[in-house]
């Protein structure tokens, strides 16, 4: 036998035409894989998306910037508004609200002994007379006392009272 | 190494399958043998063959030209793959418990019975050889490939593998109980 004669005939084996035809359309029918992006790769492409958008938005900067101060581009204004009028008519405003011009809705109790007179409370009740006797009355006349009532009473001793 | 293959690759590279097609047209057929020579099944061959080109064309982006022609790195994908293989299929079956004709040489050898039965026992007897051996009698041997790209192909030196190639030929003749003197060893560089 000589060995390197039949080694040599090996090459004769060929594959089946049709299988390799079939496998060369299937393989080419399928699609490649994507390149795998390298750490060095991918910080270098997040360094070139960051400048360009820093670079577009310097860009969109200078050039409304530019528009502006050249006077082309002026703010929008309505005939209707009368810009002055409107701030002159802001100045004129009196802001000056004054506490004794409040006025308390109907119903609402505006004094501790008005409150005391609708609590079901004896206890409370009486302490509240004990703090402001002149205030204390009938409930009908409760609400006819002025605030002047609260400003007599402190918190200190209402809290005082509440605690005998 | 084909005409125009550096052009050939990079236009697969981009993504031209009529380019990989030429390059399936012209290193297919040797890594079918590649694969045959090492499972001695014909069916398995093909499958594995499909799976190395298939493997090559999803790939061909990460293809590096070192200076060694394409078909290395295809006998590199195809070695994997065929370990692979042995290594799915060990737990499976045995090869010496298999129908001879599981081994037969495919009908397109149009060589005569004789001829035949001698390449079925060569092959047998390749069968035994280590792995690294088996590479080696193959490309050098019988796909005439270069040292160069011989050592590319298996990841050894260009020393290692002449050193190789000689243990295994002899283990080869060894097995075959071809004695050296009736059948002195060539070495295929001065052939």
Do not use: C
Not at chain 1, 70 to 81: A, H
Not at chain 2, 164 to 179: D, F, N, P, Y
Request: charged residues 20%.
């Amino acid at each position: 036998m000589n060995l390197f004669e039949t080694l040599r005939q090996f090459k004769r084996i060929r594959p089946d035409a049709s299988y390799a035809d079939h496998s060369k359309r299937a393989i080419l029918a399928t699609a490649q894989n994507p390149v795998p992006m390298s750490p060095f790769r991918g910080i270098l492409q997040f360094i070139e998306t960051g400048a360009a958008v820093a670079l577009a938005g310097f860009f969109i900067l200078l050039i409304t910037g530019a528009f502006s101060n050249s006077g082309y581009i002026t703010p929008v204004q309505y005939s209707v508004i009368d810009a002055a009028g409107i701030h002159a008519e802001a100045q004129a405003i009196d802001m000056q609200i004054e506490l004794s011009h409040l006025s308390y809705p109907d119903g609402i109790a505006t004094s501790p002994a008005a409150f005391a007179s609708r609590s079901t409370s004896t206890a409370l009740r009486s302490s509240m007379a004990a703090v402001s006797p002149q205030a204390v009355g009938p409930a009908g006349t409760a609400g006819a006392s002025s605030t002047a009532a609260t400003t007599t009473v402190s918190v200190d001793q209402a809290l005082g009272a509440l605690s005998q | 190494m084909i005409d125009g293959e550096e052009k050939l690759i990079k236009d697969a590279i981009r993504g031209n399958s009529s380019a990989f097609g030429a390059l399936y047209d012209s290193y297919q057929p040797m890594i079918y043998r590649f694969v045959l020579v090492k499972t001695g099944s014909r069916e398995e061959a093909e499958d594995i063959t499909h799976q190395v080109f298939l493997s090559a064309w999803q790939n061909v982006r990460t293809y590096k030209h070192r200076g060694h022609p394409f078909s290395s790195w295809l006998y590199q994908i195809a070695r994997n793959q065929v370990i692979d293989f042995y290594r799915a299929k060990k737990s499976d079956i045995a090869l010496d418990a298999l129908d001879p004709e599981y081994f037969a040489v495919p009908t397109t050898v149009s060589a005569d019975l004789a001829a035949k039965l001698e390449i079925e026992k060569v092959r047998r007897a390749i069968e035994q050889l280590k792995p690294d051996y088996q590479d080696v009698i193959i490309l050098r041997f019988i796909e005439d490939v270069s040292l160069k790209e011989t050592a590319a192909a298996i990841g050894k030196t260009e020393g290692a593998v002449k050193l190789m190639q000689h243990r295994a030929m002899k283990e080869l003749q060894k097995i075959l109980g071809v004695h050296e003197a009736n059948e002195p060893f060539r070495n295929p560089q001065t052939i």
